[in-house]
């Protein structure tokens, strides 16, 4: 077996600075901001595999049905050697593909990104365990700021999957799609989950489950603020709430505070005051639809080539080419 490589681009101490630099601008912010890569400490990525168990939360379940149709023919579409996946959640997912370009011949490496290092040296171990002639090179990062530095033999393809690219305001997807297409030469391929816009209830208990399991996770970023800022939320004294704005068609988390609190984050030296009642929004997730996301590939210099969703409809996996 080949040793897995991994390139850590994300020290230790760049986190600790970017989680406080986020916050002290987000909690000074109005309203009160924390992004949402924050939620995902080890407690927050299995409170979110659990997420996608549940009966409510669909975009995992439908976004396998179609990789599980259609890895085959995206391997023989795109016919390539390095497989990238931004943000590598599931492994499961992965897998599809990774079995689909060994069948198709063509597999020669794959190149895990994800900020967390935890979950990243557990991905690239096992992989390198069940791909025996498989070259991993994992990358610790931000896939926001580390593209420039994906290593790979082409044609790569890049995954980014389960509709995280949802996760960014639209001019900030417009940015990431732009510098993904700078890096990429011309013919590899971008593979790309996308959450679909359908009615307002169904998506609403995909983010407010009846379980209590999503509100878990959004509250967990007042624990890693406790625990790496020294901050003394009082995380029980915050509720979640899942709102649909239909004319940004997207969802949002807020943490409302239930009692006027003061809040110490002695990292940052900072004491944040919420009325009650106050909203801290802690994340946004686009619903797309084909048109919307195939202009805005288009306009940041890719050509959609393929489109697919499952067969409810709720979910689209495109595959394009730079
Ligand atoms: C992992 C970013 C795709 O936006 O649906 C799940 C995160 N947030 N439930 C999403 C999430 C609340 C998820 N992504």
């Known amino acids: 077996m080949t040793e897995p490589v991994v390139d ?89 593909l990774l079995d689909a370009l060994r069948s198709a011949g063509t597999l020669r490496q794959f190149v895990p990104l994800d900020v967390s290092r935890t979950a990243l040296t557990d991905a690239a171990a096992a992989c390198a365990v069940d791909y025996p002639s498989l070259k991993v090179h994992g990358v610790v990062g931000d896939f926001t700021e580390h593209l420039a530095l994906l290593p790979g033999e082409a044609p790569r393809m890049v995954a980014f999957l389960g509709g995280t690219i949802g996760n960014l305001l639209p001019e900030e997807r417009a940015k990431f799609l732009g510098s993904l297409r700078d890096v990429l030469e011309p013919g590899e391929w971008l593979l790309l989950g996308t959450d679909l816009v359908k009615d307002a209830e169904t998506v609403r208990v995909a983010y407010d489950d009846a379980a209590g399991v999503t509100a878990e996770f959004n509250r ?26 239909p004319v940004n068609e997207w969802i949002e988390m807020r943490l409302r505070a239930e009692k006027a609190m003061q809040v110490t984050v002695p990292a940052l030296g900072m004491t944040v005051s919420f009325d009650e009642g106050e909203e801290l929004h802690t994340e946004i997730s686009a619903k797309f639809r084909r048109e919307g996301i195939a202009a805005e590939l288009a306009d940041t210099g890719f050509e959609l080539t393929r489109w697919w969703t499952d067969t409810a409809g709720r979910f689209g996996l495109s595959l394009s080419q730079a």
Do not use: C, M
């Open 8 to 96: 850590v681009h994300l020290e230790a101490d760049h986190a600790a600075r970017a989680l406080a630099s986020d916050a002290r601008t987000g909690l000074a912010a109005s309203p009160k901001t924390l992004p949402p890569k924050w939620f995902y400490d080890a407690r927050g990525s299995d409170l979110f595999e659990q997420i996608t168990r549940l009966p409510e939360y669909y975009p995992t379940r439908a976004e396998r049905e179609i990789l599980g149709d259609r890895a085959s023919e995206i391997a023989a579409t795109s016919k390539a050697h390095t497989l990238v996946e931004l943000g590598s959640g599931s492994s499961e997912k992965t897998r599809l």
């Open 220 to 245: 967990n970023v007042l624990h890693v603020l406790n625990r790496e800022l020294g901050a003394d939320f009082d995380v029980d004294a915050f509720s979640h709430i899942a709102l649909w704005d």
